[in-house]
């Protein structure tokens, strides 16, 4: 079992920085693929990026550029660094795990543990 808890949401003005974090417990943080999704409303959730135990990282396509994924396996956190951010940023960030032989890639359903998520509001 794994918990996580996101923090660093908040309301930022477009173009501008947050570096979103994801604190894991219950078990390290290596021994899982870990990813980021967003949620805006009326949308689906999508994927943003996955890091998994060796430290390699996928990036959906849209998110490639402005969004860097990274983990401090000391710390057991998870963290997600969005630059250049616009109104169409503005959803819920949730992170997620899934175990790590289920690979890396953004199938939600793969996921098991989930945080609740941290909102990121962007203003023009």
């Known amino acids: 079992q794994v918990q996580l808890v996101e923090s660093g949401g908040g309301s930022v003005q477009a173009g501008g920085s947050l570096r979103l974090s994801c604190a894991v417990s219950?078990?390290?943080?290596?021994?899982?693929?870990l990813g980021w999704f967003r949620q805006a409303p009326g949308k689906e959730r999508e994927g943003i990026s996955t890091?998994?135990?060796?430290?390699?990282?996928r990036y959906t396509n849209s998110m490639k550029g402005r969004f860097t994924i990274s983990k401090d396996n000391g710390k057991n956190t998870l963290y997600l660094q969005m630059n250049s951010l616009s109104s169409e940023d503005t959803a819920m960030y949730y992170c997620a795990a899934r175990q790590a032989y289920t690979g890396c890639g953004f199938t939600r359903a793969l996921f098991g543990y989930w945080g609740q998520g941290t909102q990121v509001t962007v203003s023009s």
């Open positions: 890091i998994d135990t060796a430290g390699i990282t």
């Open positions: 219950g078990n390290s943080a290596s021994q899982y693929c």
